[in-house]
Every structure is written in C-alpha cells, then in structure tokens.
C-alpha cells in the first residue's frame, strides 16, 4: 500500500552521496547506513531520525503513513515556565533562584511525567550530612556541660581542630545555597532570612576559624579554657541544619501541591480506540487524535476526548462535571465529555475538542491558575527580614567601629568580639523553624480530630475564612443515591411494588438499582427472581416475575399510561422537585406505583450551617444539581444563597466574585468538578469520601467527610495561627533584648563583653523556645 520512501539512487558509475530516505515522523531526510533507527512495518523499512521519532511510529504507523498527521494543527510546544511559590509575580522561562526570596523557581503547571522535587532531594541529602556531622560537633564542644568532658580527654587544641573537621564540610559544602540565596540577597537588595542566615553562618565559622588558626592575637582576657580562645563552630553547623529542617518540611508540603494536577491529568485515558477508513479499530496515542476522528468507548472507559455520540447508547458517570452521583444516558447526538466514565454499554463518538481544548485540559489551567495564587505565612518572616537584616548588619557595623575607636587595647579584637556576637545572636534559625514547626505539630493534632492539613497557608486562611462555599452532593448530603418514597397505584401495595422493581433491578450495578435493592433488604422483603429480562435504551428495563410482565423505568416508558392528570404525576413531580429520581413500574400493562431514589442530607448538616451562620459567616451552597433540587437542600438546611447548575467554571468563577469581594472563602467540595473552585478559594476543603482531584486540591481534608470536622478545624486553625505569631514573636523579640546586649551595652556596667558562646546559646534558647511553643499545640482542644 505504502512506497519505500526513498530517494532515487544515482546513475552507475558516479560518485555518489550515501543513499537517503525521509523519515514518515518529521519529514527530516535520514542517511542510510550510520546507524540510525529503523522499523519494518507491513514488509516496509522506515527509517528515523531519532530514536523518538522510531517510538512515536510504532505507537500508530497509520497516523503518519496516511497523511493524517498532516492534518494535526501546527502548534507551537507550550514553553514550560518557571515561577516562585512564594513571590507568584516572578515568572522566568529557564529554573533557577527567585530573584526575590531566592527560592528555587518551580513549573507553573506540573505534568504527569514530573519527578521528585530535584530541590528537596538535594536539602535532604544536604541535612543528612549537617545533621550526621553537626551531633559529634555538639558532644566535642557541649561535652563538658552534658557531663562529658571531651575537651580535656583530648586536649583543648585538638578538641578545636576537630570541631573545624567537622563544621566546614556543613558550612563550606551543605549550606552553599544558603550562601547563593543569600549573596542574591545582598546584590539585588531584597534583603530576607537568607541575608541574616548568610551573615551569622559566616561570622561564627570566620571568627572560629582565625581563633583555631590564629590565637595569639586574641587578648588574654578572651581567651579560655586552655588558654586559647573559645570557638563557634557548633554554632555555624547548628544554624545550617536547622534551617534544612525547616526548608525539608516546608518543600514537602508545597510538593504535594502537583498532586492535584497529575489527579487530573490521570483521568483520561492514555489511548483512544480509533475507528480506521477500513472499519478496523486501532488504541491511538491520545495525541494523535484529531477533531472528526471517530472512536469506541467500551464499558468500564474513560471518554478520551470530548466529542458527540453517533452510534449506540450508554450510561455515563459525569459525577466529575456535576458532582452527581447519578449516571447520566447518552445516546445518538449527545455530548460527551473527555475523562467521564462509560458505565455500560458501548458508543462510537466523533471527536471534537481535543488536546488544550478538552473541558480536563481547562479545569487542569483552572486548577494550576488557582494554586499559584496562594501566600504562605512564611512571607511573613521575609516582609520582617527586609527592615530587620539590614538593621542588624547596620548594628554590628557601628558596634565594630565604636569598639575600634573607643575600645581598650586591643581594640580591633574587641571591636571584632562584638560584631561577631551581634551577629550571631541575630541568626534566625528560629525563624526557618516558627511556621513549619507549628503546622507539624498541628497537623499531628488534626490527624487525631479528623482533619488532615497540607500546609500553614490553608491554616491561616481557614482561620480568617468569613465566607464558605459549599457543594450539595457529597458535602451536605450523603453522596450515595438511598430508597426514597415508595407511592403505590389505587389496587397495589407498596411493598410488592418495591419487591418487584427490585427483582428487576437485582442484576443492575447502576446506583438508582443499588438503592433500590438495597432499600427492599431494609425492609426484609424476600429477592425473587426476574426472568426473560431486556433493556430498553433511554427508557428503563423490563422482564417476567412470577408469571408477571414488568417494566420498570422513566416517564418515557410510562408514558402511555401515565396521563397529565394521573395523582401519580403530580406525586413525581413533586418528588422531582425535591431532587428524587423516580423510576415507574407498570404490571400487566398497568401503572402500578412509582419508586423515588434520593441523596440525604447529613444529619449533622443543619447545625452546622445554623453555627456558621450565627458566627457572622456567609454560606453559599453551589451545586451541579438543577434549582428545584438545590432549593429544597437549602430550605431544609437554611441556606438562602442558592447557586444551581454550576459548572466547574462557574464555581471557579463564583468563588473568583467572592474574593474580589473582598471575602476569605473557603470552599468546601468532594468532586472533580469542585477541584477548580477548592483551589480558588483561600483554603479548600474536601470530604474525606470524595475523589482524588478534590483531596490534593484541598488545603484541609476532613477525613470522614463529617461536617462538624469543619467546627473542629476553624479552631485548629486559630490555635496555629496564634502559635504561629507567637513564635515569629519569640525569633525576633530576643533579638530586640539580644542584638543591643551583644554590641557592648552592658560593657559601662559590668566590665565585660557578651561573649560569643552566650550569643550563640541565646540564638539556640530562641529555637528551643519556638519549639517548645509549638509542641503547646498537642493539647488544644479541638
């Protein structure tokens, strides 16, 4: 069928270039012979480029042997751009240092084939060795106040020697992009924690170092045990591995952020079953398929793309767009929509958005938009450490001058003496640890209450949330169809009814069936057994029980016996508008009764909101499900702002509104089609029994879907947050008594300078005080 696609040789007896062939990929000429890839397909050698090209190839020879590649639109590949988490307005083509906090730039959409955060990976293999070393480093230099004294086994010298061994593979090696953020810092004058942690690791190793070198210099009065002059080297390699911790675990949170986007990406399938010009059928990349192409949806697939049914009938769970628990029927001219599910049966679709332009690829751009929104309260140290830096080098500069001039002999070393103290007393180790310390400790607390937190930011906006936006199905009801009304005909019973529509449904996976079923076992009617059982496509099922004709389905199977003025109209109606989904038996030809399937509200749920709503908050229901049904939920639960028919767009859009309203909202949600909007909102909350997309879209997870969790996490969240001040609180105000006493305030009264091992033990007394704060947060009452 297909030519060799080869240029024509030369004539015999010229020199000649090697023989040639165009790859069927890129259309690039291929010289024979040196190697290059080749495949041979129907009897036919193709020849390749590349490798890729090879691979791509033998995933679909039509697509490109046909020409229809050739009919692909000519896009140009989406750039992959970098941003700061913490400085969102930064967007570079090219990773690299945040010109800003100088934190790592990271993807602004994450893709199904990103690997482990390359950042986390190197601080974690950097803290393994500060932390392996930096122990040791503590029993040689703290030894004699453990009860262990270390110095005098091996001599003051050598004690010193070995704590330098130790400290500069931490300091020259692991903290080097400590030193890169913080030489950034000073060159583009956004001075943050990365200046002060630069400086303070700097002058403790600096002045430790010329102390082991060079001791002679120091004056005898600063010399110490051994007659030489204490080191800091502790202090330096303490400072380091601290800060690791706390970058380890706030790098873990902010990784789990991707997650919700490669959820997403995950829904649909990586191939699609395409139907060939020749009838044949053939699982195509989900690339190569282009609008008009026609496919096969089997039973138990994902839609590949979206697109419109042209042949055969099914039931599709579109829960994912609705939040809807019910199938919805498809049949010839329906839409379909890319990553929803084929329950049963079995369509062919042409297609007709593809690629960036399916509804999954939006609501991934609408999940992605929303994320890099978000602040985290470690900002928060940073917008201190622009004014606080500066000032503490400032500090340490006059200090050293005004020891210089006014000092007693030797006054370079006692000028020297204090800016090093000054320093490093003013490291912040505590400030890398107040926020990421604080959140360990709460999410521990909140795994115990049911409530599962990602990270300080969703804590401290569900904190400050004045505005909750909240999903029907799933959230404030059940999310799993139940037995509703069971509405028998003049000369039927109820029971039989129910026990005949589920003989009928008995052999059914569909919910509707399910609850049906399952409704019959509660009230301990006996299963009997259907026979001669077909089904009727957008109408319902019928069959044979106990010698009886059934058929059991919609209005449109009913209709011939369902009149306009029939009470049992009126009842579905009724039932309808409450939200039910009402299936009809009709017995011999006649309409026996109705069955009614129905989504429960919680029980819990109309307290909560009554709660919410004395606390002064705005609560927003927005569902997928049609006014009259979301109008009867809100009704019975008091809710008055009734937001129906929404798509995923619109909640992300609702949600949008709300904030440009100035609001903190929190929206609360369970479904793919709520993930837009969870991370839109200030904090998302997903129901522990919802998807995958909405628990990593969430920035808090109540773990058994319990609303009154909601009640328990805004008073976690409070409590952290207040911590969390508290701790920023403790990590600078030391500084303000610290930083002057360090400089020589005391000098005129006492006779002496603060040495350097009280700053450095005053630095590790501010870690210690954050971290025993934070632990408090094991007890608070949730």
């Known amino acids: 069928m297909f030519d060799r696609l080869f240029d024509a040789a030369a004539p015999s007896g010229e020199t000649s270039d090697p023989p040639t062939a165009i790859d069927p ?64 307005e930064i967007i570079r083509a090219e990773p690299g240092a945040c010109p800003i906090c100088g934190m790592a730039l990271e993807p602004m959409t994450p893709s199904a084939e990103d690997g482990p955060n390359p950042e986390l990976i190197d601080f974690t293999r950097r803290f393994q060795v500060s932390a392996t070393l930096t122990l040791p480093l503590l029993v040689v230099a703290m030894g004699p106040m453990l009860g262990l004294p270390v110095r005098d086994w091996v001599g003051e010298r050598l004690a010193a020697i070995v704590e330098l061994a130790l400290a500069a593979p931490v300091v020259l090696w692991a903290a080097k992009p400590f030193f890169e953020r913080g030489w950034a810092s000073l060159r583009t004058g956004h001075y943050n924690m990365w200046t002060l942690i630069m400086l303070g690791v700097s002058a403790a190793f600096a002045y430790s170092l010329v102390a082991v070198v060079a001791p002679q210099i120091f004056p005898h009065d ?13 202090a330096a390699a303490v400072i380091v591995t601290l800060v690791f911790l706390g970058q380890i675990l706030e790098l873990k949170a902010r990784a789990k952020t991707g997650d919700a986007i490669r959820a997403l990406i995950g829904l649909a399938p990586k191939t699609a079953r395409r139907i060939q010009p020749d009838g044949s059928e053939f699982d195509a990349p989900l690339e190569n398929i282009l609008p008009g192409d026609k496919l096969r949806v089997r039973p138990g697939e994902a839609a590949p793309v979206d697109g419109v049914v042209i042949e055969g009938r099914s039931s599709v769970d579109e829960s994912m767009l609705t939040g809807e628990p019910i199938p919805v029927d498809k049949e010839p001219g329906s839409t379909v929509t890319g990553g929803t599910v084929n329950r049963s049966g079995t369509f062919v679709m042409t297609a007709s958005n593809v690629g960036a332009d399916t509804l999954l690829s939006r609501i991934v751009a609408l999940v992605a938009e929303a994320q890099r929104s978000r602040a985290p309260i470690q900002k928060l140290a940073d917008r201190v450490s622009a004014w606080f830096a500066p000032t503490v080098v400032a500090v340490a500069a006059v200090a050293f001058c005004a020891w210089l001039i006014y000092g ?72 799993r169809p139940a037995l509703g009304d069971v509405v028998a005909n003049t000369g039927f019973d109820a029971d039989r009814i129910l026990q005949l529509a589920a003989a009928l449904e008995a052999g059914s996976e569909h919910p509707i069936a399910s609850a049906i079923v399952k409704g019959a076992e509660a009230r301990g009617l006996a299963r009997l057994a259907a026979t001669d059982f077909s089904s009727l496509a957008g109408k319902g099922v019928t069959g044979q029980v106990e010698g009886q004709a059934l058929g059991l389905g919609n209005a449109a199977l009913a209709g011939e016996y369902l009149g306009k003025d029939d009470p049992l109209a009126k009842i579905a109606d009724d039932l309808a508008g409450k939200g039910d989904t009402v299936v009809f038996l009709v017995v011999e030809r006649r309409l026996a009764g109705l069955v009614s399937v129905r989504d429960p509200i919680k029980p819990e749920a109309a307290e909560m909101i009554r709660r919410l709503e004395a606390e002064g908050m705005r609560v927003v229901m927005a569902t997928g ?68 997309v909405a628990l990593k879209s969430a920035g808090v997870t109540l773990v058994k879907g319990d609303l009154a969790a909601f009640g328990r996490a805004r008073r976690l969240a409070r409590a952290t947050l207040a911590n969390i001040r508290q701790n920023l609180f403790f990590a600078f105000a030391y500084n303000a008594v610290g930083v002057p006493l360090a400089a020589g305030l005391l000098y005129p009264f006492t006779g002496s300078l603060l040495s350097p091992m009280a700053a450095a033990a005053a630095m590790s007394l501010s870690s210690v005080s954050v971290i025993g704060n934070a632990l408090r947060l094991k007890r608070t009452p949730v």
């Open 625 to 692: 499900d049609s006014l009259p049904a979301a109008r009867y939920v809100a009704a019975a639960l008091g809710i008055k702002d009734v937001r129906a028919g929404q798509s995923p767009e619109d909640k992300k859009a609702l949600v949008d509104a709300l904030r440009a309203e100035g609001l903190i909202v929190a929206m609360a949600g369970d479904g793919v089609n709520d993930a837009p909007a969870l991370a839109a909102a200030h904090v998302g909350l997903a129901m522990g029994a919802g998807s995958d």
């Open 25 to 88: 990929v890129c259309g690039m000429t291929v010289k024979l012979g040196i190697g290059k890839p080749t495949l041979s397909h129907e009897g036919v050698d193709y020849h390749f480029c590349n490798p890729k090209c090879r691979v791509r190839f033998a995933a679909d020879p039509w697509f490109y042997l046909s020409g229809h590649s050739k009919n692909k639109p000519k896009q140009a590949k989406a750039a992959v751009q970098y941003t700061c988490p913490m400085d969102p």
């Open 222 to 234: 600063v010399a110490g045990h051994g007659g030489l002059p204490p080191v800091y080297f502790e």
């Open 408 to 479: 007693p002999s030797p006054s370079l070393i006692y000028a020297l003496i204090a800016a090093v103290s000054v320093l490093i007393i003013a490291c912040p180790c505590a400030l890398g640890l107040a926020a990421p310390m604080s959140v360990m400790i709460a999410a521990g607390r909140g795994a115990a209450a049911g409530v599962l937190v990602r990270d300080a930011a969703s804590l401290e906006a569900l904190a400050a949330a004045n505005c909750l936006v909240i999903d029907k199905t799933g959230t404030l009801t059940q999310g």
